[in-house]
């Protein structure tokens, strides 16, 4: 069997759209993706999303969420399924340090490893959008990159059906 290339599946518009990995081993398949003209990346430090307001505040801000964001879980959907503003056929959100994110919020993490998901599907078949969005189904892919694969966010993100361990 071969080996899955991560560069090609971070910027693919199959599921799974949400990833974790080491960060020694993608390093390079995040470079080659940064570099790629395609493709818009945003690079996130999970030592500053340790609460689920952390992680609000770090999206709205990167995706240009409107002052009236709700800081919901359905609020957080309904915007980042709104990027008119930021078009791109390609979107992918590196979360560096990933063993940290909402451990002082650890029970909403499945529901946002769900939410990324079902934000990579509704991009996913979203067609006819235009030149802007390259014109077909539009790539929305999670990477959680861990300094190491092990510990209680690992464990929660390895274990889920929705993300695919490098």
Known sequence: MDRLDP?????????PWVFAGGAEDLEVSVGDVSRSSDT???HFDAT????LDDLFE???????????????WPAFDECLTDLRDMPS??????????EVILVRDFDELVTFLKVCSEIGRYWSTRVGLGERWGGGEVAF???LSFSSLSGPVF????SGGNVLVF
């Open 141 to 143: 892919n999670t990477l």
């Open 155 to 158: 464990d929660v993100a390895s």
């Open 40 to 42: 818009l990346v945003f």
């Open 89 to 98: 056929p390609k979107y992918l959100v590196v979360i560096e340090h990933a």
């Open 7 to 15: 560069a090609t599946a971070l910027t693919s518009n199959a599921r």
């Open 48 to 51: 500053d999303m340790s609460t």
């Open 58 to 72: 770090i999206y709205g801000k990167a995706f240009r969420f409107p002052a009236y964001f709700g800081k919901n």
